[in-house]
């Protein structure tokens, strides 16, 4: 599963995400390759993200663009998606930085015992068959006083709809994660390259 609207338009993880990799930075939400766009990513994501150094873990990384700002800003990143084309776009993209990634699935990354100071994800826990599970085990990978960064969303107006609401998510953070925090996302177009009217958000929430 990768991040972005490709993987709103059905279902996500029936999408051939390989054949996919190509256009997908067409998209300009994706690839950031718009300065508006890209700089409005790089601001959310530096508020979200610690002012220091650490280790951030993006998964579902797609073609690397929220991993490139990251490494942008400091930080080391590790990034896993479960498309080789996907993962080999976003190594050229962060080549000579300080950035690793890995083919395999978002809801149990091969990284071992490894831990890190963020877990960011975007547009993918929606899509995964236990959010709460997967939840669980990604707080698993996070080191004490590290943090969840999620962006997600209900998308469009099929029914029933596409997506997980703020409300759920934070339901199932409750348990696992301190300081949760929601951010609309849905009424600053900078984000998406166009005005939207479905719900966007971010969830930030820390760990003991």
Request: overall charge negative; glycine content about 12%; charged content about 25%.
């Amino acid at each position: 599963m990768t991040n972005g609207e490709h993987a709103i338009t059905g279902a996500g993880m029936d999408v051939d995400w390989d054949a996919e990799a190509g256009s997908f930075d067409d998209e300009p939400d994706h690839g950031l390759r718009d300065p508006e766009v890209r700089q409005a990513w790089a601001s959310r994501l530096r508020s979200w993200l610690p002012e220091r150094p650490c280790d951030v873990l993006d998964l579902g990384c797609g073609t690397g663009s929220l991993s490139l700002l990251a490494a942008e800003q400091g930080h080391r990143v590790t990034g896993v998606d479960r498309s080789p084309a996907m993962v080999g776009l976003a190594r050229a993209k962060l080549a000579g930085r300080d950035a690793a990634f890995l083919v395999g699935d978002a809801a149990a990354p091969p990284v071992g015992e490894e831990r890190f100071d963020v877990v960011l994800v975007r547009h993918v826990l929606w899509a995964l068959p236990d959010p709460g599970r997967v939840l669980r085990h990604w707080r698993g990978l996070l080191r004490p006083g590290g943090r969840f960064v999620l962006v997600e969303g209900v998308w469009g107006s099929t029914v029933p709809t596409v997506g997980i609401p703020a409300d759920r998510l934070t339901a199932l953070l409750a348990p696992l994660a301190r300081d949760v925090r929601v951010e609309r996302l849905s009424g600053d177009a900078r984000l998406w390259g166009k005005e939207v009217d479905d719900e966007r958000y971010a969830v930030v929430a820390g760990v003991a």
